[in-house]
């Protein structure tokens, strides 16, 4: 339903007793022509899209805690496409053009802010590495403009490059239309569409395992009982490899941490995303949120795991790489910290494809995960429902890793170091 502003004032006084759900909570239904497992970004916008572009309306969301609960509210919301690799930046260009119009297909704010991402260069050679991914993405139709020293101070003053730094800042990368997005808002926009076109969101059910009948998928077993499915999608990022094991697939993934934190507010005084990296001592990215609060992260923690707690040591380091870059934010209060579940595979580039009959993959987006959700969900929900990769996922098929054709991102989509 859309709302006036004056109607949207009406139902604000009216308060929470009168609101309604965005989706309904319910009971797993006996059967469903697709069962989705995950109820994060990837999850629902694969439901949504089966339901909306492919006609596949029996669909089931399962997810084992609350929508919004896992890695899609767990990020540091940027998004972009200024990738090398033509596989990776052409399926990541897909992602960045829905995410403009996304909020109008959704009716549904997600506050996507083109605030424009920065990549800082602190030596010549960096930039002349930032020249070669801007060229790739500027053949491919994708904006970039290689920015030298005063044409960064131009951009965004908070820098200040005046002020003494360990490693200077010659020069940056910018891509305009990258930027933020709200994550809750994209899972609770994504959740409320879906549900609308009959999507079924399941919370607090586990899955267990895969049931087979005559050779094929049967449903899944799960904390709520048995639910029939022809068709199961795993889309469960950083938990995808555990997943595996317990149903006996054995994946090309690891798990690891990734820190973010978020300051007290603050007055408004950081306009872009910067990304730096300081050579041979990590890097930081960072963002301040329509709340005032720098939202900043960095390296992964350097071991798997999968705690999703905030390692004290990291965040220090983290930190410390911020006020070397912004010393002007060093007496700031941090507010929270939190880590996120990286899918890590062993190129830095995803896995889309099926995996075994009507048992279907999607993982491994190592730090590229919530700015691949559009895309992710489109192309996913087209091989689920017609049985075949189209050209922007095709190279992200599993069997990559036995032939030898992987995609060396390394994961790292702005840092040019690791190349």
Known sequence: MKYGALQLLREALRGPAAWQPLWERRAPAA?????VVGGGGHGLATAYYLARDFGVRRVAVLERTLVGYGNVGRNTTIVRSNYLLPENHYFYEDSLRRWRTLARELNYN????PRGVLDLASSEEELLAYARRGNAMRLAGIDAELLDRAAVARFEPALDLDVPRQFAITGGLLQRRGGTVRHDAVAWGYARAAAQLGVHIIERCEVLGIARSGGRISG??????????????????????????RLGIALPLET???????????????????IYMFPGAGEVYVSQSDRGGLVFGGMLDGYPSMTQHGQVTRVRDVARALTALLPQVADLRLLRHWAGMNDMSMDGSPIIDRIEGELFLNGGWCYGGFKA??????????????????????????GRFTSGHVLDEKGAGPFPARQ
């Open 31 to 35: 059967a469903y022509d697709v069962v």
């Open 110 to 113: 997600i506050m996507y802010s």
């Open 220 to 245: 899944v077993e799960t904390t709520q009982g048995f639910i029939g499915a022809e068709r199961v999608a795993l889309a469960v990022a950083g938990r995808s490899a555990e997943l595996g094991r």
């Open 256 to 274: 690891h941490l990734l820190q973010a934190c978020v300051t007290e507010p603050v007055k408004p005084m950081l306009g872009t995303v910067l």
């Open 373 to 398: 959700i559009p895309a992710s969900g489109h192309a996913y929900a087209e091989l689920i429902a017609r049985g075949r990769a189209n050209d922007l996922i095709r190279a992200f098929r599993l």
